[in-house]
């Protein structure tokens, strides 16, 4: 049994290159603890205009991949290093230099399927062009769910990759890539394979449904969110893949990088703290007001969140919850980018509640640890939680998540109990107002309870949910596909 592995991550997002929500942290994180414990690491991911302005990378070959049978595309392969890690970077202009990695201006790219599908086979070629020859190819969501298909099918007679593997993890199985059937050819899938087990759906090809069917091993996020895909509300359209594949499906937790997300080392807040002290948290939530245009009453509660502006995340819900507990004494601190509708409801709160409620349109990572960092309640009340990683860092910073039970919320956070100081946050089930509600009022009670505040905020603070467990999991995952 090979104890140092050749591992390939193929990416499309990577944390300090480019990041659009948790699945860069994940890659990042789980990069750097796979190198720690000495296996052969290279990451993989496209040279989109963004990575390429945010690290310096040099050229260092280039190489082809046949789309289909007539077409012939040049790709350069670009090497660069981040904390230590060898990040390869698959170059293509008409593809990948763009304003942004999946979209512009809110509108997805119409060709992303065939940006992703030739990632995919420029992925596999730079490793014939390295001679890397990977012992697990690590494919992450459905931009690389392509991967695990060439790998089996196209270069199921090349000696190459004989012994590699693909372990497709599902950060978010609710992005499938859906395209037109007549793209099977462009996109290098024989017809043989658009077939309801592979990857049809709906008499469209479905990227994900077949990295399902074709990866030698799959993983979520999860262990609850893994048994939600196995159940027909939960898996997004696709029990009966997950269900094909449920001996190969594993849940393993997502960890926090607790160099970063750390109150005690954290750079970007104002104050550091720890669970002894917590002097400095009154400091960053005094700071957190200033800094989001609202009156500085420190004795008021304050509720924060830092969240992709989607669906995913309960906005349709959360806003007229809000809104009726915004008529209490307290303060409501927003930070989201991406849909344009949420974003203006979420304006108009703050419109309508100027000096309670303040929302920050965009992306800024200082502001998300500072609200981390001087908020009391941070409100995660997603329809779906493949893992979740905000509400596991609001933990570390003593601000209690208000969730709802679903996915890796179930597995992150303990409920509170009313009898007692016991409980890490606070939970409810039904993806209404109300139920929401009663969650909010419970938490408001419990803050003007300074003990069972303290208390819960103690319990909160000592979880430690760190990728070194994920890495294990993760590595007996990879053990038991090359054995
Ligand atoms: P998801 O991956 O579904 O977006 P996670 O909770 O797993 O949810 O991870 C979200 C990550 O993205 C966190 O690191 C969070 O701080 C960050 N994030 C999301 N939206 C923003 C934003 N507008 N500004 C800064 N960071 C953000
Ligand atoms: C996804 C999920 C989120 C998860 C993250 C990292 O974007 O929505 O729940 O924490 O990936 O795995």
């Not at 990977?134 to 969501?141: K, L, R, S, W």
């Amino acid at each position: 049994m090979a104890s140092k592995l050749n591992i390939l991550f193929a990416v499309s997002e990577y944390d300090g290159i480019v990041k659009t929500g948790g699945l860069a942290d994940a890659a990042g994180a789980l990069a750097s603890v796979m190198k720690e414990k000495g296996h052969n690491i290279r990451v993989i991911m496209p040279a989109y205009r963004e990575a390429l302005e945010k690290i310096e990378t040099t050229s260092i070959a280039s190489g082809a991949v046949v789309m289909n049978h007539n077409e012939t595309l040049w790709f350069g392969l670009r090497h660069g290093r981040l904390n230590g890690i060898d990040i390869y970077f698959i170059e293509y202009n008409d593809f990948f230099d763009r304003e942004g990695l999946y979209s512009s201006n809110g509108q997805g790219y119409l060709d992303n399927s065939r940006r992703f599908a030739f990632f995919c086979k420029a992925a596999l070629e730079s490793c014939r062009v390295m001679a890397f020859q990977p012992d697990v190819i690590h494919c992450h969501d459905w931009p690389t769910a392509l991967l695990p298909y060439y790998l089996r099918v196209d270069e199921c007679q090349n000696d190459f990759f004989h012994n590699s593997r693909s372990l497709l993890t599902i950060h978010n199985a609710a992005y499938q890539q859906h395209t037109d059937v007549s793209q099977l050819e462009a996109l290098g899938i024989g017809w043989r394979y658009f077939n309801p087990a592979c990857f049809e759906d709906s008499d469209q090809i479905n990227i994900l449904k077949g990295g399902i069917a074709f990866a030698d091993k799959i993983n979520t996020v999860s262990p609850s969110y893994a048994r939600e895909l196995l159940t027909s509300e939960g898996s997004h359209g696709l029990v009966d893949s997950f269900r094909r594949r449920a001996k190969d499906l594993s849940g393993i937790l997502n960890g926090c990088d607790y160099q970063q997300w750390n109150p005690v080392t954290d750079p970007m807040i104002p104050a550091n703290y720890s669970s002894k002290d917590l002097s400095g948290k009154q400091l960053c939530k005094k700071a957190l007001l200033e800094r989001m245009g609202l009156p500085i009453t420190v004795d008021k509660s304050v509720y924060g969140l830092v969240s992709r502006l989607a669906e995913q995340k309960g906005f349709s819900y959360l806003v007229p919850a809000l809104r009726e507990f915004l008529q209490q004494d307290i303060h409501v601190v927003l930070l989201g980018s991406g849909d344009a509708d949420t974003a203006a409801e979420l304006q108009r709160l703050q419109s309508d509640f100027p000096d309670k409620c303040s929302f920050y349109n965009g992306f800024d990572n200082a502001l998300a640890h500072q609200i981390e960092a001087g908020s009391d309640f941070f409100l995660m009340p997603s329809l779906f939680e493949p893992c979740g990683l905000n509400q596991i860092y609001s933990l570390k910073y003593g601000t209690l998540p208000i969730v709802r039970r679903v996915g890796g919320l179930i597995d992150t956070v303990d409920d509170y109990d009313a009898s007692g100081a016991k409980g890490t946050g606070f939970a409810f089930d039904a993806p209404q107002p109300d139920a929401l509600l009663v969650a909010l009022k419970q938490s408001l009670d419990v803050y003007h309870r300074p003990d069972q505040l303290h208390g819960m905020r103690q319990q909160a603070m000592s979880c430690n949910f760190d990728w070194q467990t994920a890495a294990v999991r993760y590595c007996s995952v990879y053990q038991s596909m090359i054995c």
